[in-house]
Each structure stands twice: as structure tokens, then as C-alpha cells.
């Protein structure tokens, strides 16, 4: 008996890290960008990626939900939220991003990795009614705010886009671009 509650305690010690919660912060001191401080928390448990950019009145969040295969952004200076299906081709998956953040803290400040992907997601003009169909984190983060679906557009499209464009740089991964024609953004 004593060596089965052994055991179960020394499991949960090994096991726990592997679920748990916890935040990375990413400085960018070198940022050209303007894409300020971001702090990066991943949940392996729920299979969720949350990402805080904080710069000013362009601070945004994205989480990423590996579960339901929707991502979200909201941009609190306009007010608004935008959902979209991930890119599975270019949104590294969930271990392999943890292992990423781990790798990139751990690095020096003068290394250099690949340089990010670029996706660009057109913004449809009619509000989202009905958040729970992306999930209940989704449907938590972007609650009494006004959301937007969008799609992503490629090749030809990425220069007839109407409207104003948004970019969320994500970590040194991803760079997003959201355009269109909400009437808030």
C-alpha cells in the first residue's frame, strides 16, 4: 500500500509539468517592428496557446485552440475580436511551439532562426452572432465584444483587399495580417 501512494506521488511529480499551465515572456528588444513585449502561456492540458502582446494602445491577444482548430484575436484598440480557422501548415503545433518558446529563451540574444511565416486573413463585414460554435475559450475571450469571422486569402487577393489592414506579429513564428471592412476597424 505504501509503495502504490509512493508511486502515484512520484508519477504526479513527473506528470504534472507535462499538463501544467506556464507563462514565457518574450522581450524584444531589437524589435523593428513595433510589435512590443509578449507574454506567451501555453496549456498543454486543454491544448490552448494564449498570446499577450503588450505595446501601448496596439496591445492585442491571440489564442489559438488547438482543440476546436480556431484561433482569435483581439485587438483592443479598435474594440473587436476576429475569429479564424488555423493553418495547420504554418501554426506549429502545440509541443513543438513549447519546445520553440524553451529553445528561444534559452538562446542568446544575438541568434537569429528562420524568419516567420506571413498569413493574411480578409475580415467579413457580419458580425458573428453565436461565439459558441468556436469554443468555450473563444467564446470566453471575445464575450460582449464585437466579433468577425475571417477568411484567409492568398496569392493574387492579398493586393485587392478593401480596407485597412491589422498585423499581429506572433513570437518570431507567425506574422498575421487581418484587413477588411468592419465598420470599427
Given at each position: 500500500?505504501?509503495?502504490?501512494?509512493?508511486?502515484?506521488?512520484?508519477?504526479g511529480?513527473?506528470?504534472?509539468?507535462?499538463?501544467?499551465?506556464?507563462?514565457?515572456?518574450?522581450?524584444?528588444?531589437?524589435?523593428?517592428?513595433?510589435?512590443?513585449?509578449?507574454?506567451?502561456?501555453?496549456?498543454?492540458?486543454?491544448?490552448?496557446?494564449?498570446?499577450?502582446?503588450?505595446?501601448?494602445?496596439?496591445?492585442?491577444?491571440?489564442?489559438?485552440?488547438?482543440?476546436?482548430?480556431?484561433?482569435?484575436?483581439?485587438?483592443?484598440?479598435?474594440?473587436?475580436?476576429?475569429?479564424?480557422?488555423m493553418?495547420?501548415?504554418?501554426?506549429?503545433?502545440?509541443?513543438?511551439?513549447?519546445?520553440m518558446?524553451?529553445e528561444?529563451?534559452?538562446?542568446?540574444?544575438?541568434?537569429?532562426?528562420?524568419?516567420?511565416?506571413?498569413?493574411?486573413?480578409?475580415?467579413?463585414?457580419?458580425?458573428?452572432?453565436?461565439l459558441?460554435?468556436?469554443?468555450?475559450?473563444?467564446?470566453?475571450?471575445?464575450?460582449?465584444?464585437?466579433?468577425?469571422?475571417?477568411?484567409?486569402?492568398?496569392?493574387?487577393?492579398?493586393?485587392?483587399?478593401?480596407?485597412?489592414?491589422?498585423?499581429?506579429?506572433?513570437?518570431?513564428?507567425?506574422?498575421?495580417?487581418?484587413?477588411?471592412?468592419?465598420?470599427?476597424?
Amino acid at each position: 500500500m505504501k509503495f502504490t501512494i509512493f508511486f502515484a506521488g512520484l508519477l504526479g511529480v513527473f506528470i504534472a509539468p507535462a499538463l501544467a499551465d506556464y507563462n514565457i515572456n518574450v522581450n524584444d528588444d531589437d524589435n523593428t517592428g513595433g510589435s512590443g513585449q509578449q507574454s506567451v502561456s501555453i496549456n498543454n492540458q486543454h491544448n490552448l496557446v494564449n498570446v499577450d502582446n503588450n505595446n501601448g494602445w496596439d496591445s492585442w491577444n491571440t489564442l489559438w485552440d488547438y482543440k476546436t482548430g480556431f484561433a482569435a484575436t483581439r485587438l483592443f484598440a479598435k474594440k473587436i475580436c476576429i475569429v479564424h480557422k488555423m493553418n495547420q501548415e504554418f501554426v506549429p503545433p502545440i509541443h513543438v511551439l513549447d519546445a520553440m518558446v524553451k529553445e528561444k529563451k534559452l538562446q542568446d540574444k544575438g541568434a537569429r532562426g528562420p524568419p516567420p511565416k506571413s498569413l493574411m486573413y480578409s475580415i467579413n463585414s457580419e458580425q458573428v452572432n453565436d461565439l459558441n460554435k468556436f469554443g468555450k475559450s473563444i467564446a470566453t475571450m471575445c464575450k460582449n465584444v464585437p466579433t468577425y469571422t475571417a477568411e484567409e486569402t492568398q496569392g493574387a487577393s492579398l493586393f485587392f483587399s478593401s480596407g485597412k489592414c491589422f498585423n499581429a506579429n506572433v513570437l518570431w513564428v507567425l506574422n498575421i495580417s487581418f484587413c477588411g471592412g468592419t465598420e470599427e476597424y
